[in-house]
């Protein structure tokens, strides 16, 4: 993934502002030592870790704060006609100190966090989500944008200047900065229940999974399951109060992952049971009521602002732009994907019968019986793979080798600049005339003070405007060895890194004269093309050989090996991507009713939703029931859910391109890099993928990926 941080999400959030009352003592002392109160000396102002302490954020994002508030008066009230230059350009030359000091703090509160930061978060976070309010309110300087806007054939401004003239005056239209008095209001109120809401969801979600954990009395009933998983159960049930028992605690999706072990199937269901129920128990943590609240709200506000319903307001900015092209595109993928998982329901339903089970295929059968049939046709030992796969081999001789190949750059290793932690590696790239492009960060290991998962992020965002170059970072979460060991990771992890690998170009390739544009500040449909387009050349043979070696002898992978890690791509994916489908159009349908809508029941509506989209498949349900799709109710990705498989299609559809023009080599790559990794949000997206490919995306290749057959 990429970092979906406050930074990441654009410079609206950035050039609020706010005063803080508690904390102003703090300012007077140590400004001159604060190293945020000045641009860094290092290189590619590079933040410098050997002087940043815990105690310089509070006041240099109090300053930052406070520069940025009267740098917005001066332009919002700025006596002189507003022009692009003293409008658009001042908003963006402004809040230098809190972007320095927020992209710094974002990093470490991500990958090395510690108490300060976190009590800082939360001072900070609801200051930082507040301003947004504080901007699009500013009347006078809405009316300086939109005076530009309206002339703005008469200005004679070159592409990025136009687009960003967009961008400012769709931002503050779509915030509403248009509507009379009474309706903005009356939005305002919509926007703070659907905030409120919003957060009694995550709550209620929060505590319905942890009291919905399945706790039974004796061992037996885990059966299948390995020693050390036994004994956790066992510790969660005695950290719960329930000594002598054994606790499984419900993770996020319907599916849990140790159905794929347990053998006794009355134990399989209460488990599944539980997961489905969690937030449907008619007690304090049913969202039912909410969610069809926060649905009827969201229509209301898109009727308020002038549209059908809440998908059309949202999708305008994305590269789908309209909720029939979404529409149309899960609806063109429903048919195969379906007719694959009910191909795949009958091979495991051919398997329980063969054991003599004696019962119909139930979806928390579903797992056991793959994990069954993928051991039969193709083991992958994780062990045998791994030897393979050392981590700065993968990094230097893999992800580097293919972008040198690609687009002619090359790494060196910089010490001298300063880190966070001993463990990360910094390397400076070079384009392919030798000249200094980027810097790269990556702190790879697992520790308690990170955050799970994998990200990217910008520490210093490129811009012609300010005269910065990418300081871009990997963050991701492998176990460190034991000391003087080999780092051997997985082909998941080594996807992984490929993947961040991506975003990370996506960042150093970013050649844009204005930050609002530059880079990975694109749509949430667009920014996963060139980190998923990055893990195809994993498995590219030329690439494949060059750094997939036994770490001790350095001999190649053996032809069986690879063979497998590239059947299991393609194994239950049927299932897989019915499932995310299901969870897609739930998330469609909850966002297209119309203002005025009644739900009665939002099981019903559910229901409906699946056999409408003949998604009701009792073996393959939803990836995310309504009741507990964190995502659509509170996460940003509000009719937004489609986006993963919609990457998918653009990535698989890139790669595809690749093959047909003679896969890996400079010319492609600087073409790609040209017209897609370089661009921003300078264009739009679908002239963007146009220019590139020379036709419009297709589902084909991501259908074949998959190993679904093509209709
Ligand atoms: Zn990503």
């Known amino acids: 993934m990429k970092k979906l941080s406050i930074v990441a ?38 933040p410098d870790f050997t002087k940043i302490k815990n105690s310089h954020f509070a006041p240099a994002l109090e300053e930052g704060i406070k520069q940025q508030l009267a740098e917005i008066e001066q332009i919002a009230d700025n006596p002189e006609e507003p022009t692009f230059e003293n409008t ?14 927020l992209n710094v703090f974002e990093m470490l509160s991500g990958a090395n966090t510690n108490d300060t930061l976190q ?70 109120k919509l926007n703070e229940e659907d905030a409120l809401l919003s957060a009694k969801f995550t709550n209620q979600l929060l505590s319905g999974t942890k009291a919905g954990a399945l706790v039974v ?52 269901q209460k488990l599944f049971e539980a997961s489905w129920a969690r937030t449907e128990k008619e007690d304090k943590n049913d969202t039912r009521d909410v969610i069809q609240r926060l649905a ?52 495991l339903q051919a398997l329980i019968d063969r054991d003599k089970g004696g019962f119909k295929l139930q979806p928390y059968d ?23 796969f050392e981590l700065f081999n993968v990094l230097e001789n893999g992800v580097f080798y293919a972008t040198s190949r690609l687009y002619g750059l090359s790494f060196e290793r910089r010490t001298d600049i300063p880190i966070y932690n001993p463990d990360m590696r910094v390397y400076e790239v070079k384009d392919a005339d030798g000249s200094e492009l980027a810097l790269f960060y990556c702190d790879y290991f697992q520790r ?42 997985s082909y998941d992890d080594v996807t992984t890194m490929f993947h961040e690998f991506g975003h990370a170009l996506h960042g150093i390739f970013a050649d844009q004269t204005y930050p609002s544009l530059s880079g990975t500040n694109v749509a949430r449909d667009f920014v996963e093309l060139p980190s998923q387009f990055n893990e195809h050349w994993a498995l590219y043979p030329d690439v494949f050989k060059n750094y997939a070696k036994h770490y001790k002898t350095g001999a190649p992978m053996p032809e069986e090996l690879v063979s497998k890690i590239k059947k299991s791509v393609t194994f239950n994916q049927g299932y897989a991507l019915t499932e995310i489908l299901a969870a897609s159009e739930l998330d469609m349908e909850w966002h297209t009713i119309k203002a005025g809508t009644d739900i009665n029941s939002a099981d019903k509506f559910e229901s409906e939703a699946l056999a409408k989209n003949k998604l009701d498949i009792p073996q393959v349900p939803p990836r995310y029931r309504s009741s507990y799709f964190l995502h659509i109710w509170s996460n940003g990705y509000s009719a937004g859910y489609y986006a993963y498989l919609w990457a998918e299609m653009l990535d698989q559809d890139a790669f595809a391109w690749f093959e047909e023009n003679g896969g890996l080599s400079f010319e492609n790559g600087q073409r790609f890099r040209k ?37």
């Open 366 to 388: 579903w797992n056991m019986y793959a994990e069954q049939l993928r051991k039969e046709r193709f083991d992958l030992d994780e062990d045998q793979i791994k030897p393979y």
């Open 675 to 711: 017209l897609i990794l370089s661009r921003g949000n300078t264009e739009d997206y679908n002239e963007m993928y146009f220019n590139f490919a020379g036709r419009e995306p297709n589902i084909n290749p991501m259908l074949k990926n998959r190993g679904i057959a093509v209709p």
């Open 9 to 46: 999400m654009g410079l609206l959030v950035l050039i609020l502002a706010s005063c803080n009352q508690t904390t102003k003592k703090k300012e007077s002392m140590g400004k001159t030592e604060n190293p945020f109160m000045k641009v860094s000396t290092l290189p590619f102002q590079a």
């Open 217 to 268: 009395d004796n061992d037996a009933e885990l059966k299948g399951l390995s020693e050390s998983q036994i004994k956790q159960a066992a510790k969660n049930a005695a950290d719960a109060g329930k000594e002598g028992k054994y606790l499984i605690s419900l993770q996020n999706t319907t599916q849990q992952p140790l159905l794929q072990s347990l053998e006794n199937r009355e134990t399989r």
């Open 296 to 347: 009827e709200i969201r229509a209301e506000k898109a009727a308020l602002l002038g549209f059908s319903n809440f998908a059309a307001w949202t999708l305008q900015d994305q590269m789908a732009k309209t909720p029939q092209a979404v529409e149309s595109f899960l609806g063109k993928l429903i048919p195969p994907a379906t007719a694959n998982a009910r191909k795949e329901a009958k091979d």
């Open 448 to 489: 308690d003070n990170k955050s799970g998962g994998a990200w990217m992020s910008n520490v210093v965002g490129q811009s012609k405007l300010l005269g910065t170059k990418p300081v871009v970072y990997n963050v991701c979460n492998f176990t460190k060895p034991a000391e003087g060991e080999p780092t051997l990771i």
């Open 119 to 188: 009590d800082l978060q939360e001072e900070i976070a609801p200051k930082l989500a507040g301003l947004q309010d504080a901007i699009t309110l500013n009347d006078n300087l809405f009316n300086r944008i939109k005076t530009i806007y309206q002339k703005k054939n008469e200005l004679d401004l070159d592409k990025e200047s136009t687009r960003l003239l967009q961008y400012y005056y769709d931002e503050f239209t779509r915030a509403g900065a248009n509507l009379p008095a009474e309706a903005k209001e009356k939005l305002k």
């Open 88 to 101: 658009l350009v001042a908003l963006e030359k402004s809040g230098k100190l809190l972007t320095r000091t």
